[in-house]
């Protein structure tokens, strides 16, 4: 009789267990439904979220150096590039130097000063300082110039335009034309204007030349 009321003690023990267990499953089933809607909904909002854009200050320019010429081009015809600075704020400036890239395969450059050996663009007519360095590397395509000692004064004066050279050349094939400006990078010199107060480099914007030659 005894032994009877134990086995019955132990089933009764054994499904209350059983109940508990099938009790915390739900509890915990419920729990992973309820994180897993959350994880949706926050998902959904933050792919709603506009996003976040860390933009770089933009730093306007102080001056400008450009290449004008024809629209058009014919092959083998005599052709010239007007280079100039523009001022796009008041400034002295104590030196410039250019660095202007072309492609030989393309253009020949013409020498604008016959008295001088080698080949140089024609400066005559700049009124922007003393001409310290003209130089055409045929070989490298490359065209470079540097102005220097100029007077303690605005020589640059705000959306006025100062031709700085000349630059004759003839198209030697039909097709696309580009004649540009070499910015200055960390290793490796390039265009640059130097302000006279400051002694720095000051931001320049430069316009290239593209043509097509018909």
Do not use: H
């Not at 994880?39 to 996003?51: E, I, M, R, V």
């Not at 400036?93 to 250019?98: H, N, Q, W, Y």
């Not at 470079?144 to 050349?169: C, H, R, W, Y």
């Amino acid at each position: 009789m005894k032994l009877i009321k134990n086995i019955q003690s132990l089933q009764e023990g054994s499904g209350f267990f059983w109940a508990v267990l099938v009790l915390c499953l739900l509890i915990l089933g419920e729990s992973i439904w309820v994180m897993g809607k959350f994880t949706d909904k926050t998902s959904d909002q933050l792919l709603k979220a506009p996003a976040i854009i860390n933009r770089q200050p933009v730093t306007e320019p102080d001056i400008a150096v450009y290449l004008e010429g024809e629209a058009e081009l014919t092959q083998n015809k005599l052709s010239t590039l007007t280079l100039g600075i523009q001022g796009i704020k008041e400034m002295e400036v104590a030196g410039v130097d250019l660095v202007i890239n072309y492609d030989p395969k393309t253009i020949q450059l013409v020498d604008g000063d016959s008295e001088t050996a080698g080949i140089q663009v024609n400066t005559e007519e700049t009124k922007f300082g003393n001409v310290a360095r003209n130089l055409v590397e045929e070989d490298r395509g490359r065209i470079v110039l540097s102005f220097v000692n100029l007077d303690e004064e605005p020589q640059v004066v705000q959306g006025e335009k100062t031709i700085l050279a000349e630059i004759s050349f003839l198209p030697l094939t039909k097709g696309k034309v580009s004649v540009s400006f070499k910015k200055t990078t960390e290793n490796n010199p390039g265009t640059k204007v130097i302000n006279n107060k400051t002694l720095e480099e000051v931001e320049v914007e430069t316009k290239n030349y593209n043509v097509e030659v018909k």
